[in-house]
């Protein structure tokens, strides 16, 4: 079970317009593990993050080739419904972006609109999935405030129960962690360990000392090429590539 | 260096004549309508001049509520098929409509919006009146539906940019955010996108308003222009601005029907002032929002 993989990686090729971004990259992601992505800026990690739920159909210009397999379904074959699929892959962002409502309804959201309206039920998921992010003690009595309200760590905790409200089993998460102070990273780092128990985590990180302390495997990028990928432990002690250990030991990037 | 301060000194006084001149001109219409419209007041009371329904300038009977109502129908109808109609665009032009309509539209929305209101008041006379007359079986097809219908399409121009221009301004990242959740567009947009920039639509709606409250040319021509209480869209009426452009030309001036009218355009300038001290709160706080 725990040697799963739960997406396969194969030969993806991304262009935007003429220009490539990705360049033929495979790579298997364990079930039940954290995977960082990790490399200089424009290297194309964000960009292969967000092929991994589609998210880069929303781009005007973009080609894609390759397979992306998830529980050994093609995501990129004709009749996989991008909707659902969204659903079960989630994604936390850069930036926070809760919605301009309440918290709650921020966090019921996304059960809302795959259809659940019994308010009973609504309020048992708002109250786990923000229980799941610890964030339930510090909001529990203003559910009904703006989320707007909240500082950089806790809105970017209450974007990680939205997106777990839905109960998907990939969660993707791009550079969650670069808008927020020390104290909120350490917290998000915290519960991304949580939360692998439960889902198969892949996190983009401009921030080397993050992916080795949050991952158990890594992939570092380079000019859209994935130049290594193995146990985090192994890349960053051990990296078997020049230009991995240029990078991570500092020479650039 | 005497004369070079005395020159600073004139330039900055100019300077601040000019930039207050707005401010004293409007001040001098502020004192100048309420005094000639207060004076109304000593002769007729203001229940008697707001709840009145008879208006007979030859008795000194000033009775403003049929124009009242008939201001308020005819803005709340415009209102009614201009709202849906100005929010859809703008949602259609921002999030779905291709790049090539988008450019086709633009300008003729803003060509919409510089067309004269008498330009309007004809084409409604000679179009709309018509094609209302047959299908309600009515003598005359001048009703304040006619005048809803026109006053809807010329405020149109200011909900839809207005709407567009906070749909526009919606950070992509709520948009994404929803995506990444497994949203359709219609939920994105329905319930992320419109809700995050509705305090700018309601601004545009209220500018519109006031807009549809204050136009008296092209209503004038198509309401019909009685005198007497609306009952319904199909009845014809009377609106406060028409009613002082019909009869000012014949009114002496200083007289008691001098003063109501005065006293009539007392009304829609309030009304105006507060809905666009309103608006302009609104978008200043969106503003501030989206940082």
Redo the contacts between chains.
């Keep these: 079970m725990d040697k799963e993989n739960k997406i396969e990686v194969r030969n993806l090729n991304l262009w935007y317009g003429d220009k490539q971004a990705l360049k033929n990259n495979s790579i298997k992601i364990r079930k039940n593990h954290v995977t960082a992505i990790i490399g200089p800026s424009g290297c194309g990690k964000s960009t292969f993050i967000r092929c991994l739920?589609r998210?880069n159909d929303?781009v005007e210009g973009v080609k894609i080739t390759g397979e992306v397999s998830i529980n050994n379904k093609n995501i990129y074959d004709k009749d996989v419904d991008v909707?659902?699929?969204?659903?079960?892959v989630?994604?936390v962002?850069q930036?926070p972006?809760?919605?301009?409502?309440t918290i709650f309804d921020n966090v019921a959201?996304?059960p809302?609109?795959?259809g659940i309206k019994d308010k009973k039920k609504l309020q048992e998921i708002v109250e786990k999935s923000l229980k799941d992010t610890t964030l339930w003690n510090e909001v529990s009595d203003r559910l009904d405030k703006s989320a707007?309200d909240l500082s950089g760590g806790q809105m970017q905790r209450l974007?990680i129960a939205?997106?777990i409200a839905?109960k998907p089993d990939v969660l993707l998460f791009d550079e969650p962690c670069s808008a927020l102070d020390p104290v909120a990273t350490g917290k998000i780092e915290d519960l991304i360990q949580e939360l692998k128990k439960e889902y198969t985590i892949v996190i983009v990180t401009h921030n080397m000392q993050q992916a080795a302390r949050v991952s158990d495997y890594t992939g570092y990028f380079l000019l859209g090429e994935l130049i290594e990928f193995g146990k985090t432990k192994q890349l960053f002690e051990n990296p078997k590539e020049k230009s991995t250990e240029d990078y991570i030991t500092g020479r650039f990037g | 260096m005497g004369k070079r301060l005395n020159l600073e000194n004139t330039i900055r006084g100019i300077l601040l004549l000019f930039s207050t001149a707005a401010l004293v001109i409007l001040a001098i219409i502020v004192v100048f309508l309420f005094k000639e419209g207060l004076m109304l007041f000593q002769h007729t009371s203001v229940t008697d001049f707001l709840f009145g329904h008879k208006w007979i300038p030859a008795e000194n009977i000033y009775g403003a509520f049929p124009f009242i109502v008939s201001t308020i129908l005819v803005t709340l109808g415009a209102l009614l098929i201009s709202v849906p109609l100005g929010i859809s665009c703008a949602v259609f032009l921002v999030e779905i409509s291709p790049r090539w309509a988008r450019e086709l539209v633009r300008p003729a929305i803003e060509l919409l919006a510089g067309i004269p209101s008498i330009i309007y008041g004809v084409f409604a006379l000679i179009i709309v009146v018509d094609v209302l007359r047959v299908p309600f079986n009515l003598a005359t097809g001048e009703t304040i539906l006619a005048a809803s219908i026109i006053l809807a399409i010329m405020i149109l121009p200011i909900i839809i940019s207005i709407s567009q221009d906070s749909i526009d301004s919606v950070p992509r990242i709520y948009r994404e955010g929803s995506y990444a959740m497994g949203a359709t567009d219609w939920q994105t947009i329905s319930k992320v996108v419109v809700p995050s920039a509705r305090r700018g639509i309601i601004a545009g709606v209220i500018l519109g308003c006031g807009r549809a409250i204050g136009e008296t040319m092209a209503v004038v021509l198509v309401i019909g222009n009685v005198e007497k209480l609306p009952l319904s869209l199909l009845d014809s009426g009377e609106t406060l601005t028409s009613a002082i452009l019909l009869e000012m030309g014949e009114a002496v001036i200083g007289s008691l029907h001098y003063n109501a009218l005065f006293c009539l355009g007392i009304i829609p300038f309030l009304i105006v002032l507060v809905l666009s001290m309103l608006s302009s709160r609104l978008i200043t706080k969106r503003v501030s929002r989206f940082e």
């Design positions: 739920n998210m929303l909707v659902s699929l969204r659903r079960r989630g994604m962002f930036k972006n809760p919605f301009p409502m959201y996304g809302r609109i795959h707007l974007c939205r997106t839905v």
